[in-house]
């Protein structure tokens, strides 16, 4: 039996950047091209941008496309690294975030909406969330964890000498192990199966 192909979920993108207040004009036409360009690329499924007032220099910026590769393909283009030098002159610093799965919960919950470019080129808006209670994450966390250490408990238990490893290596070795492990593949996996639960 040939193992399933793992699920590819859409990755959302949010960039904090101050902007020079001295150049709004600049750095709105700046910013709407890159959202024009990004709409050229496979999988992208919507972007928006905002400023957190009228004499604000931060800005907000959200895009979203269905996949990681997707996102990779828009992100190591020649187009976008162009775009990225013709904003030099004017932003200040960048700051930037992708959410897919659990990732998101480890900001600051959150609500309101954004305004988002579609492909089609119409405006709608998407609502931002709240993140999951504290509780829920945690029993999401212990959910993906118990079964991993307890697995890999047993597999080390027959190993010669594993018992007479120091405590603190042992410690280290297990966390080594499944720290990406549980980063890449069963949080992930938690998370979906979850969802609607967690979102309730």
Same mark, same amino acid.
Not at 47 to 57: I, K, P, T
Not at 76 to 87: D, K, V
Not at 135 to 151: D, E, T
């Given at each position: ?9 859409? #990755?959302?993108?949010? *960039? ?12 709105? @036409?700046? &910013? ?7 709409? $050229? ?10 400023? @957190? ?16 590769? @997707? +996102? ?11 775009? +990225? ?5 004017? #932003?200040?610093?960048?700051?930037? $975030? ?27 808006? &998407?609502? &931002? ?6 509780? $829920?994450?945690? #029993?999401? *966390? ?21 018992? @007479?490893?120091? +405590?603190? +290596?042992? &410690? ?8 990406? *492990? ?19």
């Amino acid at each position: 039996m040939s193992a399933s192909a793992p699920v590819s979920e859409p #990755v959302t993108v949010s *960039i904090r950047r101050e902007v020079d207040p001295e150049r709004i004009a600049e750095a709105t @036409a700046w &910013v709407q091209t890159g959202v024009n360009l990004a709409t $050229k690329y496979p999988g992208f499924l919507g972007s928006g941008w905002v400023r @957190a007032g009228e004499d604000s220099q931060v800005w907000h910026m959200l895009y979203r496309f269905a996949s990681e590769e @997707a +996102l990779t393909a828009w992100e190591q283009s020649g187009e976008r690294a162009w775009w +990225l030098s013709m904003g030099q002159g004017f #932003v200040r610093s960048e700051r930037s $975030k992708r959410r897919s799965g659990i990732e998101g919960w480890f900001d600051e919950p959150s609500t309101g909406s954004i305004p988002v470019v579609d492909p089609d080129g119409t405006t709608s808006t &998407v609502t &931002v969330a709240p993140a999951p209670p504290r509780w $829920k994450q945690a #029993v999401s *966390i212990w959910l993906g964890f118990f079964p991993v250490n307890l697995a890999f408990t047993y597999a080390m238990s027959p190993v010669p000498g594993w018992d @007479a490893v120091p +405590l603190w +290596l042992r &410690v280290l070795i297990t966390t080594l192990v499944l720290t990406p *492990i549980m980063t890449y593949w069963v949080l992930p996996f938690v998370t979906r199966s979850l969802r609607n639960w967690l979102a309730r």
